[in-house]
C-alpha cells in the first residue's frame, strides 16, 4: 500500500468483507436506529509512527455486533455464532478471509471478541458483542 488509506476508506471496507455474512446487515458508521442482526463499525484509535517516516499506520477498529433483544434465548446463540472463530457466520472468519480488504490495507487481523452484553438502543435492549480489529495500513 503505497499511501494509507482514510479511516473512513477502511471502515467501508471492513463493512464490504462483513457483507459475506448471509442475513446480517452492515453499516461503516455507528447507527442511530438498527434493524438487527447488523454489524457497525468504528474507529477506536490510530497509532501514526509504527515505523520510521510515519510508515505502518496502525488503526484499531471495533465492529460492534448486534442480534436480538438480550433476553431471546436466539440473541445468545446469534452470538455463539458471530463470535466462533469459523463458520458461516464467523465475524473473525469474513474480516480475515481477505487480509488485505482488496488491497485497501497492508493486513488486518481480529484480535478479540467479547464480552457480550446488553445494549439499549431506542428504548429497547439488544445483546451487543465488540469485536477488535487491528489494521495495519
Known amino acids: 500500500v503505497s499511501t494509507t488509506p482514510s479511516v473512513s476508506h477502511i471502515a467501508a471496507a471492513i463493512e464490504t468483507a462483513l457483507q459475506t455474512i448471509s442475513g446480517l446487515?452492515?453499516?461503516?458508521?455507528?447507527?442511530?436506529?438498527i434493524s438487527p442482526p447488523i454489524a457497525l463499525v468504528s474507529i477506536e484509535e490510530v497509532l501514526y509512527h509504527g515505523a520510521f517516516a510515519g510508515g505502518d499506520v496502525v488503526h484499531t477498529?471495533?465492529?460492534?455486533?448486534?442480534?436480538?433483544?438480550?433476553?431471546d434465548r436466539a440473541g445468545a446463540q446469534a452470538v455463539e455464532g458471530f463470535m466462533s472463530q469459523a463458520g458461516d457466520n464467523s465475524i473473525r472468519a469474513a474480516i480475515e478471509a481477505d487480509p488485505t480488504l482488496n488491497g485497501v490495507v497492508s493486513t488486518l487481523y481480529v484480535e478479540k471478541s467479547g464480552p457480550p452484553a446488553p445494549v439499549i438502543i431506542n428504548e429497547a435492549i439488544y445483546l451487543s458483542v465488540p469485536f477488535t480489529v487491528i489494521v495495519h495500513a
Open 25 to 33: 446487515r452492515t453499516a461503516p458508521y455507528l447507527a442511530d436506529s
Open 61 to 71: 477498529f471495533t465492529v460492534f455486533v448486534v442480534v436480538q433483544r438480550a433476553s
